[in-house]
């Protein structure tokens, strides 16, 4: 027998519990779990109000983790939530093995595993959907946000000139800053949906050098309008993500005008290349020390605290499951 975290009933805080070591099959590695994150899509899934329906239950949740397979440190995704099968928040997992990425050495598992899938969004967002160039302007919305972090250092690393960031809390700006963004913008609260984009569009405008390049926005909702108010003439936003809300008031003027390009992006996307490709950079940018995001490792008794804290927001940070 084996530990992991348990989900038993949708909509309700996970357990630790004990359950059957997984036997691999064809096409399948065993993997010794070191790190594994609670992230939004763990979080949805778990719900059971997600776009891929009802999770077979009980299962272990984690859609990505980084462990041990064949004498090599690996990251590797699972379906849990979104197909029948368990993930990566117990002690052993069950890989396809072409999924699996050999991380570099002297990479920092639960390093790596903060970063994930979302260090990937940001990275591909920026350069395959945004096709950002060296030398432009970004602004990064959510900028707190594990998203938001890697992207602005991403930014950064692909030779953008600036990189502006938004973010809600203060403690989301200093994060933000802390990333290495040129400066911060503080995005209205969660109540204040209704506020008025012309005044963001200028608070935005203020922060940045002229006419910017390229948005990238997990947040959609009143802060894309008023970003894409700062765009230059064919400028790009590549929206990532709803968490200020699921429509947005952009206006059509604004649009036509500049003939600006609204993108949507999501990992789902990815051919398992392009993907690895992307893990491979992230790990690798991640071991040299100019990537990170900010994280809390938790052990897996503490597992159900911290599934809720990250759940109601109060943790503010990524948190990562220790298994080893």
Same mark, same amino acid.
Request: net charge positive; proline share 3%; glycine share 14%.
């Given at each position: 027998m084996m530990r992991a975290? &348990?989900?038993d009933e949708c909509g309700r805080p996970p357990a630790v519990a004990a359950r059957p070591e997984p036997v691999p099959g064809p096409g399948l590695e065993l993997v010794r779990v070191v790190a594994a994150p609670i992230t939004p899509l763990d979080l949805l899934c778990a719900t059971g109000t997600s776009y891929f329906g009802l999770p077979a239950l009980p299962y272990v949740p984690g859609v990505?983790?980084?462990?041990?397979? !064949? !004498?090599?440190?690996?990251?590797?995704? /699972?379906? #849990?939530?979104?197909?029948?099968?368990? !993930?990566?928040?117990?002690?052993?997992?069950?890989? %396809?093995?072409?999924?699996?990425v050999e991380l570099p050495e002297g990479a920092d598992p639960f390093a790596v595993a903060a970063l994930g899938l979302s260090a990937v969004a940001a990275y &591909?967002? @920026? /350069?395959?959907?945004?096709?950002?160039?060296?030398?432009?302007?970004?602004? *990064? +919305?959510?900028?707190?946000?594990?998203?938001?972090? =890697?992207?602005?250092? +991403?930014?950064?690393?692909?030779? #953008? %000139?600036?990189?502006?960031?938004? =973010? %809600?809390?203060?403690?989301g700006l200093e994060r933000a800053r802390q990333a290495g963004a040129d400066a911060v913008v503080p995005l209205p609260p969660a109540a204040s949906a209704s506020d008025d984009v012309d005044g963001l569009a200028r608070r935005f405008a203020d922060a940045c050098d002229g006419p *910017?390049? +390229?948005?990238?926005?997990? @947040?959609?909702? *009143?802060?894309?309008?008023?970003?894409?108010?700062?765009?230059?003439p064919g400028g790009r936003l590549v929206n990532l993500g709803s968490a200020a809300a699921e429509t947005c008031p952009l206006d059509s003027a604004t649009l036509r005008s500049r003939?600006?390009?609204?993108? !949507?992006? /999501?990992?789902?996307?990815?051919?398992?290349?392009?993907?690895? #490709?992307?893990? #491979?950079?992230?790990?690798? &940018?991640?071991?040299?020390?100019r990537l990170a995001v900010t994280h809390e490792v938790v052990p897996l008794d503490q597992a159900?605290?911290?599934?809720?804290?990250?759940?109601?927001?109060?943790?503010?940070v990524r948190i990562v499951l220790d298994l080893g």
């Open positions: 975290l &348990q989900i990505q983790g980084v462990g041990s397979a !064949g !004498g090599r440190l690996v990251w590797f995704p /699972t379906a #849990a939530g979104m197909a029948p099968g368990d !993930g990566s928040m117990a002690e052993l997992a069950l890989a %396809r093995a072409e999924d699996l &591909q967002a @920026l /350069t395959w959907r945004g096709e950002l160039a060296a030398g432009e302007q970004v602004l *990064v +919305l959510g900028g707190g946000g594990a998203v938001g972090q =890697a992207a602005i250092q +991403l930014a950064r690393l692909a030779g #953008a %000139r600036r990189v502006v960031a938004a =973010a %809600r809390s203060a403690a *910017v390049d +390229l948005v990238l926005d997990p @947040l959609y909702g *009143v802060p894309a309008a008023a970003a894409a108010r700062t765009l230059r003939s600006l390009r609204v993108l !949507g992006y /999501t990992n789902n996307e990815l051919s398992r290349e392009r993907r690895a #490709a992307a893990v #491979a950079h992230v790990a690798e &940018q991640s071991a040299a020390g159900a605290r911290a599934w809720h804290g990250q759940a109601s927001g109060a943790s503010g």
